[in-house]
């Protein structure tokens, strides 16, 4: 099953406007958040189908739009492991774009109908690095999500089952 994905072209319908706002976004000046939404697509995902598997070249990062998502990983022996459930208004795999030439760590699949936007990765790097401000706005973003997950790792497995 393949993810539908729409062409990206110079007015992409309603991108910039889906991107304004969201955590992710937010600081970046009106100029910037053009150029995102112009090489941006626009997502549609049925219940099961699978974004990107884990190992792929990881050329583009996601904002959920509605629906849900997983990620996760496979063993060698093909087991499944979750990761975590995407919901509305997430971001991820953003921080693949700041490696050399990455590669998706997990595979991602709806668990429902679900659309998502996907970013160009290579093209917003590029357009960080004539900001110095913006890339600490996102950086300083991207620490305090890290800091949640961390927080919730330890609400998971430092308290007895009857705590959590």
Do not use: W
Not at 64 to 90: C, D, H, W
Not at 102 to 119: D, F, K, N
């Amino acid at each position: 099953m393949n993810a539908h994905f729409s062409a990206p072209h110079a007015a992409h319908p309603g991108i910039a406007e889906e991107l304004r706002g969201r955590a992710f976004f937010e600081s970046l000046a009106p100029e910037q958040l053009e150029r995102v939404a112009r090489k941006a697509r626009r997502i549609q995902l049925d219940d099961g189908e699978c974004l990107f598997s884990q190992g792929d070249p990881a050329t583009r990062f996601y904002l959920l739009l509605r629906g849900q998502s997983k990620l996760f990983r496979l063993a060698p022996s093909g087991a499944e492991k979750s990761i975590q459930i995407v919901t509305p208004g997430n971001t991820f795999a953003e921080a693949l774009m700041f490696l050399q030439q990455p590669r998706y760590p997990v595979g991602a699949q709806a668990l429902s109908r679900a659309e998502a936007i996907g970013i160009d990765a290579q093209d917003f790097a590029t357009m960080l690095r004539g900001s110095v401000d913006t890339c600490f706005l996102l950086l300083g973003d991207i620490s305090r999500r890290l800091r949640g997950l961390i927080q919730e790792i330890a609400n998971l497995t430092l308290h007895s089952a009857t705590c959590r």
